[in-house]
């Protein structure tokens, strides 16, 4: 089951949320894989383009409002795992697309 959804007024909230969940605490994926988070992603996460050219200009709330949905994917024990193509190690969750080779994720 997906958590609630998470509402803030400001793009300012949100991204202290995902400082404080993501990059200042200790996520796990249900396999005891560690992931890290940079703050550098928050934009790339929860901004998306207007324009369709790919430079990300406008923040979504609408996103935003499922950021407690990364946690909780990660965490999940009934979550299938798939190889992403390329012949690399990697793993494909709820339709998210994360890459590991080791013991550590970083996204």
């Known amino acids: 089951m997906t958590p609630p959804l998470v509402h ?9 949320h995902y400082n404080r969940i993501y990059c200042q605490g200790r996520i796990h ?3 005891g894989i560690r992931v890290h988070f940079s703050p550098g992603r928050f934009n790339h996460v929860f901004f ?11 923040f979504s709330f609408v996103r935003a409002q499922r950021i407690d949905w990364i946690k909780s994917t990660l965490e999940n024990p009934d ?3 798939f190889r992403d193509g390329t ?3 990697g793993a494909m969750t ?9 013991k550590v994720l970083w996204w």
């Open 48 to 58: 998306e383009s207007t324009s369709r050219d790919g430079r990300k200009d406008a």
């Open 87 to 89: 012949g690399r190690c």
């Open 8 to 16: 803030y007024a400001s793009v300012d909230e949100y991204r202290e």
């Open 29 to 31: 994926t249900f396999d």
């Open 79 to 81: 979550a299938k795992l």
């Open 94 to 102: 709820l339709a998210i697309v994360w890459r590991w080779c080791m």
